[in-house]
Each structure stands twice: as structure tokens, then as C-alpha cells.
């Protein structure tokens, strides 16, 4: 998900706000929130021109834009914004509800900037730590991820009980739509499908998977949306026939494409792929339908615009306690790292202002680990004090397990911190013993690269530290 900071969403049926209504005190069924939404759905595409259901630059029928922002561990492309550990940190914790209530918090610091959707959860089994996006999975084992779904309800709220199974659920104009099975139950209103492929086929144009597996078996009513520039890349090189590109994305069943730069080609492809009779047009209603059940779900046609009265909601303290208390049910006592320490930027990890992540601690609020542990008391004098009395303590600050075999014997203590946000004092928390330690494994760490891939159960199982290893101590002053 390589992206601009605020992508707008583009341009498959992607409709904007308006120019025109129709007179004032005409009853308009679907703009009428005590209709039920499938009525609404029915009544507004009834009134939709072919351009205007592919993609309308502006739309004579009023229907929103939805904005939708890379909130990956938390609003963490916004200046002063909490930055909650990466998922694998959070998969330590075997915690739900912890990660139901960042998933809260999360959307309230992200409508507090007045967006709706989220490209998240990233619910992947990484089951090769080599993938670059590792760090984004809560783990090797598909039950702590499932575990780890309730950051979904976090986000949109609870699905009520008499609600159908796969149909989006939006609770309240401080939740958000979130980005399997597990995840369809508790009501995602999107899906993103990914850049890799599957068998030799590109997941974008994987009719399979979207159509079949997903919307049909599974009866996913919300919306699936590309990737950035996911279509181009469907041909090698990419864009190389985006003609063909277009078609097969559509046609497996992806709802909305992102398409940053060359809308209008796109727009002009659909147009004639429809009018040719490549693309029906039942398949473009059916993208269409989705993608109104969400923005209908989000009341977007009733208020549209930011709620400024959750603005302090944005990096509160109560929500940088939340990440301070998550930093420390991440961390894994092993047996403890280099710059990282004192660099919040590294200390984030990647989609922090920038995608890769960003050097330095200029660009978002918060303390890094050194400063957290400089801050201990009685101060510097503590560090002094510790490395005294202890050889050598070392915190590895990564997304995934290191190659660390070569230099263990040379460590007295061994800590995985992971990739823990902007409140590193978390850290200090429990190296200095306030709380203890209770994060376990989410991943198998290896000895060697050569052992990879290795998961848990492996018939050539041979870790460092086995999935779900974790040492576990009480705080200091615990009775």
C-alpha cells in the first residue's frame, strides 16, 4: 500500500459531492435516513446515468466522497498523532481487547480529521518474515490473528446481534470503516486485495478468490477495493495493457480502483469496455450497490464534513497511556540496540509520516526509548547504575526476528521490543521494573536465514526461540 498520505480514493464509481439537487421540499426517497438503506441504494441508482456510476467528477445527485487514509497503527500520517505499536507487536500481546481499544481510539483521532475509512487492518498470516510488510501481520499462527480481529469492532463498533452476517457495520459517527471470515462476521465494510499473487495469477485479477470465494461463499456485501496502482500492475511492465488490465480487475470483482494519476484513461476504458458489452452492466451495478451500503452505513449523506468537537480527541493523553500500556504487554523477554533507541522515527517503523518510516524525532510527538529510560529516576545516573551491575542488556527494535544467534552468548538479557510507536517510556517501564514482562513470540525466531521459511510445526523446526516463547516476570515492588 505505497501511498500519498491522504489517497482520494479513486475512480471506479467514485461519485463527489454535489453541484445540483433537485427543487427544495421534493421528497427524495434516498435521501431520507429513516428509509432502510437497500431502499436508498435502489431509489439513487435508479437515477444514475452509465458516467455517473463509473465515475462522475461532480454528480447532480448529491452522493459524498469518501476519503479513506493509510491508519495503519493509528492516525499515523498525521502530525501529533498517537502511533500505537506495528501489529506484530500487538500479536506479543495476545491482548483483543487492548487492540479493540486501539482500534477505538484510532478511529476517533482519525475522524477527528474528518475521515471516515481506513485502509486497515492488515490481517495477513506472514508466514516468511523475509516479506517487507511483515510487521503489519499479527503473526504466524492464523488463530492469534483471528484473535486480533477484534481491533474491527474497535473501529466500527459492535455489530448489533440481529444483524446479517457480511454486511458493513458502522456505528456512530466516531467509528470508521475498517480494511477472511472472521472479519466479514464482525462487519468490515471493505476489503483490500493485495499486490502478490496466488498460483502465478495476480491477486488483482483473481476472479476466484473475489468473486467467489469472498462475495459468494463468504456473502461479503461491502465493497473490494485495489491497492495503489494494484490494476497496473496486474501486466509486466506495469500499465504495459491497461486495457486488458482494467478488464480483468473489474471482471474478478474489485468494486473501487485506486487510480492516482490517470483517471481520466481509466474512466474513458470502462466507458467503452461497458458500451462493448466486455463488461456487463450488472457488474457495475452490483460495484456501485456496494460502495452506496457503505457510504449510506457511514451517514455520510447526513454529515459529510469533519466533526470538529472530537479534534482534542487527536493525540490525547488517554490515547498515548493506551499505547504506553500496549508497549509494555508487547515486549518479549528472550535472554536486550544500536541507533534506534534514540530515533523515534526508526523506533515507529514504516507508514509514520512516510511510508518507509521517517529518521529523526521531529515529525511526530512522543518519547523514544533512550529518553524514556533517561527519564527513570534518578535519571542518567541510572543507566550508569545498570550497566554496572549488568554486562550487557540489549532491546532489539525491529519488525520481525533478527539474525542474533551469532552474538547471544555475548547478551545477558535479550528483549524483542518490536516496533513500539511514539511512547517508548513503555519500554523504561518495564526494564526498570514497574511492571514485568508477558509478551510472547507472535513469530518463530529463527537462527539462521537459511532456515527460512520456518513456522511452528514445521517438520525441520528448529528455532532460536520457538513461536510463543516469552519469559515472564513480576514488578519489582510486587508482593
Not at 267 to 284: A, E
Not at 316 to 339: F, I, M, P, T, Y
Request: hydrophobic share 40%.
Amino acid at each position: 500500500m505505497s501511498r500519498i498520505s491522504i489517497p482520494l480514493v479513486g475512480f471506479l464509481l467514485l461519485c463527489c459531492l454535489a453541484n445540483m439537487i433537485q427543487a427544495e421540499g421534493d421528497y427524495i426517497k434516498y435521501k431520507d435516513p429513516k428509509q432502510p438503506t437497500n431502499v436508498r441504494i435502489r431509489d439513487l441508482m435508479s437515477r444514475m446515468t452509465l458516467a455517473e456510476k463509473i465515475a462522475s467528477l461532480s454528480s447532480r445527485l448529491g452522493i459524498p466522497m469518501i476519503y479513506g487514509i493509510d491508519a495503519v497503527h493509528g492516525h499515523n500520517n498525521i502530525y501529533k498523532a498517537t502511533i500505537f505499536p506495528h501489529n506484530v507487536g500487538l500479536g506479543a500481546t495476545r491482548d483483543p481487547d487492548l487492540v479493540k481499544r486501539i482500534g477505538a481510539a484510532t478511529a476517533l483521532e482519525v475522524r477527528a480529521t474528518g475521515i471516515p475509512y481506513v485502509f486497515a487492518p492488515c490481517i495477513a498470516v506472514c508466514r516468511d518474515p523475509r516479506w517487507g510488510r511483515c510487521y503489519e501481520s499479527y503473526s504466524e499462527d492464523p488463530k492469534v490473528v483471528e484473535m486480533m480481529t477484534e481491533i474491527i469492532p474497535g473501529l466500527q463498533g459492535d455489530v448489533p446481534p440481529d444483524s446479517r452476517k457480511g454486511v458493513p457495520y458502522v456505528g456512530g459517527k466516531d467509528k470508521v470503516a475498517a480494511c477472511y471470515f472472521h472479519s466479514i462476521i464482525k462487519g468490515v465494510s471493505t476489503v483490500m486485495v493485495s499486490y502478490s499473487s496466488w498460483n502465478g495469477q495476480k491477486m488483482h485479477a483473481n476472479r476466484y478468490l473475489v468473486k467467489t470465494v469472498l462475495k459468494d461463499i463468504l456473502k461479503f456485501r461491502g465493497f473490494v477495493i485495489s491497492d495503489w496502482e494494484g490494476i497496473d500492475r496486474i501486466t509486466y511492465p506495469p500499465h504495459s495493457n491497461y486495457t486488458e488490465s482494467v478488464l480483468k480487475g473489474i471482471s474478478a470483482g474489485i468494486d473501487m480502483i485506486m487510480v492516482p494519476y490517470n483517471h481520466t484513461e481509466f474512466i474513458n476504458i470502462v466507458t467503452d469496455l461497458v458500451n462493448n458489452n466486455y463488461i456487463s452492466t450488472d457488474r457495475i451495478d452490483d460495484a456501485v450497490r456496494r460502495i452506496l451500503r457503505v457510504k449510506f452505513t457511514l451517514d455520510l449523506f447526513e454529515t459529510p464534513l469533519a466533526d470538529e468537537t472530537l479534534v482534542d480527541q487527536l493525540g490525547s493523553q488517554a490515547h498515548r497511556d493506551l499505547a504506553r500500556e500496549a508497549v509494555r504487554k508487547s515486549l518479549v523477554l528472550l535472554k536486550n540496540a544500536g541507533s534506534h533507541a534514540n530515533n523515534l522515527g526508526y523506533q515507529c517503523g514504516g507508514w509514520t509520516a512516510t511510508w518507509q518510516g521517517v529518521d529523526g524525532n521531529n515529525y511526530t510527538a512522543g518519547t523514544t526509548i533512550l529518553s524514556g529510560i533517561s527519564a527513570a529516576e534518578p535519571g542518567p545516573s541510572t543507566i550508569v547504575n545498570v550497566c554496572g551491575n549488568v554486562k550487557c542488556v540489549v532491546v532489539t527494535v525491529s519488525g520481525r526476528p533478527v539474525v542474533i544467534e551469532p552474538y547471544e552468548s555475548q547478551i545477558d538479557a535479550l528483549v524483542a521490543a518490536w516496533l513500539p510507536g511514539t511512547e517508548g517510556q513503555g519500554v523504561a517501564d518495564v526494564l526498570f521494573g514497574d511492571y514485568g514482562f508477558t509478551g510472547k513470540l507472535p513469530r518463530t525466531w529463527f537462527k539462521t536465514v537459511d532456515q527460512l521459511p520456518m513456522n511452528v510445526g514445521d517438520s525441520h523446526y528448529d528455532p532460536l526461540f520457538p513461536y510463543d516463547f516469552g519469559l515472564t516476570t513480576k514488578p519489582v515492588n510486587a508482593s
